[in-house]
């Protein structure tokens, strides 16, 4: 099983930038999609972006060209790169891998 851990979130200004990381242990394979999700309070869980072999990236409309998403297929780590963050941008983040998700990092984003 593999086991997630994310990192990097916190309290930032509107137009600020916030860089995640979701290290796993275990074997990652590099052809199954890795995820980053996200759930604002009151609202359901969405996805965010993900990232497959190829490092070809989806994005949610509402983070497009805001958000890149990577992955070190040698550190077996994600990433979530957020930039010109806005206040709709608070959420508690999570990675996912097949079925496993992390215990998720907070986001606030206010002035």
């Known amino acids: 099983q593999v086991q997630l851990v994310e990192s990097g979130g916190g309290l930032v200004q509107p137009g600020g930038s916030l860089r995640l990381s979701c290290a796993a242990s275990?074997?990652?394979?590099?052809?199954?999609?890795f995820c980053w999700y996200r759930q604002a309070p009151g609202k359901r869980r969405e996805l965010v972006a993900s990232?497959?072999?190829?490092?070809?990236?989806n994005y949610a409309d509402s983070v497009k060209g805001r958000f890149t998403i990577s992955r070190d297929n040698a550190r077996n780590t994600l990433y979530l790169q957020m930039n010109s963050l806005k206040p709709d941008d608070t959420a508690v983040y999570y990675c996912k891998y097949t079925t496993n998700w992390g215990q998720g990092t907070q986001v606030t984003v206010s002035s």
């Open positions: 275990g074997s990652i394979s590099r052809f199954i999609d």
């Open positions: 990232i497959r072999s190829g490092d070809i990236a």
